[in-house]
Structures are given as structure tokens and as C-alpha cells.
């Protein structure tokens, strides 16, 4: 009943920024864990960060930590992704997911109950 939708995607040269937004229908927003996952062509989808509900808790895949930052907004039932010196290996679509809680890691996709329909982004060299 959760809807997500992922905004902000595009076509950016290498060593450019985009921040990427998701918004949340559900009128229980704050209480849920949010992550960004992507997923390029041919390839497994990856996680890429995640959100505790208070915002506290945060974590980055290796291949992103230090570039992007994953923020949220309860007020606005909206979630932030940050992607700053992008590579053209950051090419993919990009899903904005929300758990209602973890059974186990928050890396893994399966722990995740809503998935926005995906925003593209595509860096060029």
C-alpha cells in the first residue's frame, strides 16, 4: 500500500552531482527504514546506502562512501540520495526502497517491502 517515487535521475558528465529524491506515500514514513539500491544493465541489483527511521543510523557501500549522502526529511515523506563526484561506473537505475524492519542485514534487498519504480542515472566519461 506503500508507494514509492524516485525523482532526480539523468544524464551527467563524470566528476558531476545529482541528488536524487524519493518520495513516500504511506502515512507512516518515519517509522520506516529507507535504503537506495541500484542496478545496472546485465548486473545483480547492489545496495547503495541506508537510513534508520530517526535518521541516526546511516551506511554507505564502499563504492560510494565519502561521494554520496543519504538524508531524510520525515516532514516531508521524503528521502534524499546525494551523489557527488560520480563515475561513469555509478551508471544504473536507481530504486528507493523502505522496510518495515530488518530480520537481518540492511544491504540485502530481500529486507526491504516497497521499491519505487527507479530513476535513471547515466555518467558520461
Known amino acids: 500500500q506503500v508507494q514509492l517515487v524516485e525523482s532526480g535521475g539523468g544524464l551527467v558528465q563524470a566528476g558531476g552531482s545529482l541528488r536524487l529524491s524519493c518520495a513516500h506515500s504511506?502515512?507512516?514514513?518515519?517509522?520506516?527504514?529507507m535504503g537506495w539500491f541500484r542496478q545496472a544493465p546485465g548486473k545483480e541489483r547492489e545496495f547503495v546506502a541506508r537510513?534508520?527511521?530517526?535518521?541516526?543510523?546511516?551506511n554507505y557501500a564502499d563504492a560510494v562512501k565519502g561521494r554520496f549522502t543519504i538524508s531524510r526529511d520525515n516532514a516531508k515523506n521524503t528521502v534524499y540520495l546525494q551523489m557527488n563526484s560520480l563515475k561513469p561506473e555509478d551508471t544504473a537505475v536507481y530504486y528507493c526502497?523502505?522496510?518495515?524492519?530488518?530480520?537481518?542485514?540492511?544491504?540485502?534487498?530481500?529486507?526491504?517491502?516497497?521499491w519505487g519504480q527507479g530513476t535513471q542515472v547515466t555518467v558520461s566519461s
Open positions: 526502497a523502505a522496510a518495515k524492519f530488518y530480520s537481518g542485514s540492511y544491504y540485502l534487498d530481500k529486507e526491504y517491502d516497497y
Open positions: 504511506g502515512r507512516t514514513f518515519s517509522r520506516y527504514e
Open positions: 537510513i534508520s527511521w530517526s535518521g541516526s543510523g546511516k
